[in-house]
């Protein structure tokens, strides 16, 4: 059993089974989020002998580590391995005192996007509640805590962009994410967390319904259904109007802004009236658009467009009232941009780095 799949209620059940005070549940915590502790044994607070019940009960951590690359531009990828082989990819961004995770939710994508390096090979299985917490820790862990002179570098914001439809798997993704907001978890508050989502108009009604205040950012790449359609199979079944209109009821309920994002491809979604319709489709709308240039994946045939283009596309936004942010971008050198995570198929590496520190 994964200790990092267990719910507050279900540890502090545990403990009492154990004739234990609830709060050591408190104090297990502690040393996971915010005292870095590798193994029960570092816990040295809690009685000897609950230290081998945890131990004998649970494991706290059920991936290994298998590859760690650094970007020379401050971003780091890891590449997990979990406990049935399988392998994903989480990414740490630095951007001014900005420190970002970005998180992966499935083993692959069943989405099938045409452009996105996840999708290529289908979904394999969601990842749990436990294996998303791990993600979190173990990337916030790549951040010097701040020895002697050297200054401390703080978690501030968490992206649900990595591996994977998050609501494709929402009932792991909350209560992780509860752990990430939680005083005694991350401490990161809602609206420093984004989810990234291909736009499924049931799921974002549960979150709308749900009242919660994530920031939701919907991946649209086309402002027509033909089109998107052909770039986001999923989107046969769902139509661009059902997507906007959940959104819209998120941004009446939570409150926050909305983000749409917008991969561009050459010749593909970056011609003009591709730009004049999809200023229609937000008019009014004072959401924000994220253009992304496409990060090319080995295999596919799609290019990224000029900057000259990319300009043009933008000032026919802009000329429409619609704000433009473009996605700078990240960890390129190493695989680790927007659209770039894959799971590694073939051999599973041998070497298992053990987490320290
Ligand atoms: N499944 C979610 C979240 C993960 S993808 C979603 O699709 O929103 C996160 C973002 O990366 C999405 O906007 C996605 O369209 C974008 N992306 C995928 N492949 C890309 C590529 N090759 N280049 C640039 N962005 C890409
Ligand atoms: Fe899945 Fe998002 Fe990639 Fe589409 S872009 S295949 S939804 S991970």
Known sequence: MHLLD?????LEAWLAERDQPAFRARQIRRWLFASRATDFADMTDLPAGLRDQLA??????????AAHHVDPDGTEKLL?????????????????TRRTICISTQVGCAMGCVFCATGLDGVVRNLTRGEIVEQML???RLLPPGEGHAPAERLSHIVVMGMGEPLANLDALLPA?????????????PRRITISTVGLPAAIDRLSDLGTKYNLAVS?????????????????????ADILAAADRYFDVSGRRLTFEYVLLAEVNDREEDARRLARLLAGRGALLNLIPYNAV?????????????RKFIAILERQGVNVQTRRRKGAKIDAACGQLRRIKGEVPSTVVPLSG
């Open 220 to 240: 649209l790449h086309a402002a027509d259904d033909e089109l998107r359609e052909r770039l986001v199979p999923v989107g046969k079944k769902i139509a661009l």
């Open 56 to 65: 004998a009960d649970f494991r706290l951590w059920t991936t290994g580590v």
């Open 138 to 140: 173990r990337l916030a």
């Open 298 to 310: 080995a295999g596919l045939p799609y290019q990224t467009p000029s900057e000259a283009r990319t």
């Open 6 to 10: 267990l719910s507050d209620g279900q």
């Open 80 to 96: 997990f391995e979990l406990a049935d082989g399988q392998q994903i990819e989480s990414v740490l961004l630095r951007d001014g």
């Open 177 to 189: 994410l509860g752990e990430a907001e939680s005083k005694d978890g991350l401490g990161i508050s």
